[in-house]
Structure formats: structure tokens, C-alpha cells
């Protein structure tokens, strides 16, 4: 049993990307049978409202339970340039931090960064690297000192993919220290769909009988790049089905109301793990339109293809987007900002389905072999092992 704590800035229910993969790991390394403490900010507010992205909107201490896993949650007080101000998060790692075997740091996440700074901990320190701020880049030259102190005593990185892991340059000074472990899913809901997802799926397809049905999912965000989606739709035929939601909803819609296509595209802020399954099974293809950096890995991107829905993604210099779903073997490879190449993209998956089958089948083997649970937490128990002999080996001289 290893004694695990993680370092996350916000758990479920909260929606992205980082949080999911936390939970997934989390939750599996419990049924491993070890022992899992996650320590985060509680994004909820008093009244249960999301406060996540509110400069002020204070939330409360708490400690809740998820499969097991003991999720420890700190109020946060105010926020500046996503930076959270939190209380009691550094007495918190000084009284407990060497009841764990080994550290998770997730970042970018300059809270806990200046958190464990603070408090001067020595237990063997693991640093999930999920992202460079790209758009945030004279804001974070302030924590970039801070990341180097964490950094620099940071025992081994995790990568999610080789091409980010190349071509971060915050990452490269730390190359030898670096590996690179993919985000893996419990792949079951996908490969065997419940009745319940089924029965989406032949709804979504009834209602839209006759078009091809094209998906997108995730935060409604600049980095998302779904205005390419929306100027490519206006090239192709088929429905557009977009599940998600955040601060780009107002613009989205006005943008496809101006190019004529609002008629053509269903909103839905969320949808039930089920129907979100029937809506992969249902989609010709799905729609991974990401502009920069931010955008690291797209962990979607590996839900649709269990499902064995063909992705359509964009080659962003230096993300591993285009290194999950790989070109003509699980999906298409388009360019990065241009509309007209995804439309061309849609209309061939639409119109020749011996190339939809081949790259649906390759889909689906391509996430089994490379982005299984299974396979994600073998690789990271063993990250572990090797840094926590290290350092008992350290001790022992």
C-alpha cells in the first residue's frame, strides 16, 4: 500500500479536464488498495453556487468523501489572474505531509505551488504537468520563481504526451526527470454502452434522420476553438451538437446566427455520462477544433474514440492533441484555425464510409492499447515505487 496525497486546484463536481483526470486516477488508486488523499480548493460557495472564476465569492473548509478517497477542501477568499487566496492550505501539508509516502503535484497551479513552498516539506514530490500558461504569460512571471523552487526539488515529472513533454520550455531543463505516462480512462461505458446510451443515440438519430450528426465537447473557452467549428459547419452539411459551457456561449451563438447556421446547431450545457456516450455513438465524427497550447492532450478526444467515433483534431505545434488521435489511423489531422480543411475533413467522413468504418475501428484500438485505466495506473505505481526506494535507499547511506 503507498500512502498518496494529491495536490489539485479543484475535485469533482467541478468540470475540466485536470479535474477529471484527479479523479479517475484518484479513485483507482483507492480500488488499488492504497491509501489516497486529495487536498484542493473548494470551488463551491455557501449556497452551492460555482465560484471558481469569481474575483471574490468566498467558499467554505470541508472534508467529503469519493469512492474512498478522502478530499480535503479549502476555502478560497478571493482570486487575482486565477491565482486563488486560501486559508489554512500550508498548516494543513506542515502537520500532515509526512503521513504520505509520496506527493502528486498537479499544475499549472500556483496556490498549492506557493502552499508547499511555504511549507518546507521533504516527502518524496511527483509533478503532473499538464499544461504551460500560454495565454497568461506576464501574469504567471510572478509564480514562474515559485515554480522553479517547487521544480527544482521535484523528484520525477509526468508527462501526458512526448510531444509536449519536447517542446514545453518549462519542462526542458528538467528532461532527464521527465516521464511521460498518457491519461488513461476506465474505457467500459464506451466499449460495452449501456441500454440507457443506446437508446440516446437512436433519439439523436431519429431526430436528425437523413444528416450526419457532428459532436463537440468542453468548456465554451477561447482555446477550444469552437468558432472554427461553428465557420466550418457552414461549409458542410449535417447537425451540430455542442455540449458544454462557459464564457464564449454569447459570442458562439451571435457568430453562428450571423453565418446562418444557428438553426443547425443544438446547445446543451450537459448531458448524463449515458446520453453523453449515445451522443458519441450517435456522431459521424467528433470535432476537436483547439487553437493553442492550452489545450495539452484533450482527454474527450479518448472518449470518443472508445466509442468508436472518428475524430476530427487540429496540429497544434507543440501539443499532443494530434498525438492522441492520430491522423488516417483514428481520425483526421486538419490545421489549426482553418474552418474550410475541417469542413473538407466532415465531408469526407460523411461521404465515403469505408473510410468512417476503417478509422472507427482503428478508434476504438487505438484507446484500448494506449489509454486504459489500467494502463495509466500500472505506469504510475511504478513511478512511484522507484522514487520512494530512492529515497529509502538515501536514507539508509
Known amino acids: 500500500m503507498i500512502r498518496i496525497c494529491h495536490l489539485a486546484k479543484y475535485y469533482a463536481p467541478f468540470r475540466g479536464g485536470i479535474e477529471t483526470h484527479v479523479q479517475t486516477l484518484a479513485r483507482a488508486q483507492k480500488a488499488a488498495g492504497h491509501d489516497v488523499t486529495v487536498v484542493c480548493i ?3 460557495d455557501k449556497n452551492g453556487n460555482n465560484a471558481a472564476y469569481r474575483t471574490y465569492g468566498r467558499s ?24 486563488d487566496f486560501c486559508g489554512g492550505l500550508v498548516k494543513f501539508l506542515r502537520d500532515t505531509a509526512d503521513q504520505y509516502d509520496v506527493l502528486h503535484l498537479h499544475v499549472p497551479n500556483p496556490t498549492l505551488c506557493i502552499a508547499l513552498v511555504r511549507a518546507g516539506v521533504s516527502v518524496p514530490l511527483v509533478v503532473a504537468y499538464h499544461s504551460d ?3 497568461q504569460r506576464i501574469l504567471r512571471l510572478p509564480f514562474r520563481l515559485v515554480e522553479e523552487q517547487v521544480f527544482s526539488r521535484t523528484d520525477r515529472f509526468i508527462a501526458a504526451s512526448s510531444s509536449y513533454a519536447l517542446s514545453s520550455e518549462t519542462l526542458r531543463p528538467y528532461s532527464e526527470r521527465v516521464q511521460v505516462i498518457p491519461y488513461g480512462l476506465d474505457l467500459t461505458p464506451y466499449l460495452e454502452p449501456s441500454s440507457r446510451a443506446v437508446s440516446f443515440c437512436e433519439h439523436l438519430t431519429a431526430q436528425h434522420r437523413g444528416e450526419p450528426i457532428w459532436l463537440c465537447v468542453g468548456r465554451l473557452v477561447y482555446y477550444k476553438g469552437f468558432e472554427f467549428a461553428i465557420r466550418a459547419l457552414r461549409l458542410c452539411r449535417g447537425r451540430l451538437v455542442i455540449v458544454g459551457n462557459g464564457p464564449a456561449k454569447a459570442s458562439l451563438i451571435q457568430l453562428a446566427t450571423a453565418l446562418g447556421v444557428a438553426n443547425r446547431i443544438d446547445w446543451h450545457e450537459g448531458l448524463e455520462s449515458d446520453e453523453l456516450v449515445g451522443a458519441y455513438l450517435a456522431a459521424k465524427a467528433f470535432w476537436f477544433p483547439s487553437i493553442v497550447r492550452s489545450e495539452a492532450f484533450g482527454l474527450v478526444q479518448v472518449e470518443a474514440m472508445a466509442s468508436g467515433c472518428p475524430v476530427i483534431n487540429t496540429s497544434i505545434q507543440g501539443s499532443g492533441v494530434a498525438e492522441v488521435s492520430k491522423h488516417d489511423v483514428s481520425g483526421l489531422t486538419v490545421p489549426v484555425r482553418d474552418a ?7 465531408t469526407q467522413l460523411a461521404d465515403v464510409p469505408t473510410l468512417r468504418e476503417k478509422l472507427s475501428v482503428g478508434a476504438r484500438t487505438r484507446a484500448v492499447q ?3 485505466l489500467e494502463r495509466m495506473l500500472k505506469q504510475t505505481s511504478a513511478l512511484y515505487e522507484s522514487i520512494i526506494k530512492e529515497y529509502s535507499a538515501a536514507a539508509k547511506t
Open 340 to 346: 474550410q480543411a475541417f469542413a473538407q475533413a466532415a
Open 42 to 44: 473548494n470551488h463551491l
Open 370 to 372: 494506449q489509454f486504459s
Open 133 to 135: 500558461i500560454v495565454k
Open 60 to 83: 467554505a473548509r470541508g472534508t467529503v468523501e469519493d469512492c474512498g478517497v478522502v478530499v480535503e477542501k479549502f476555502p478560497k477568499y478571493a482570486s487575482l489572474a486565477r491565482f
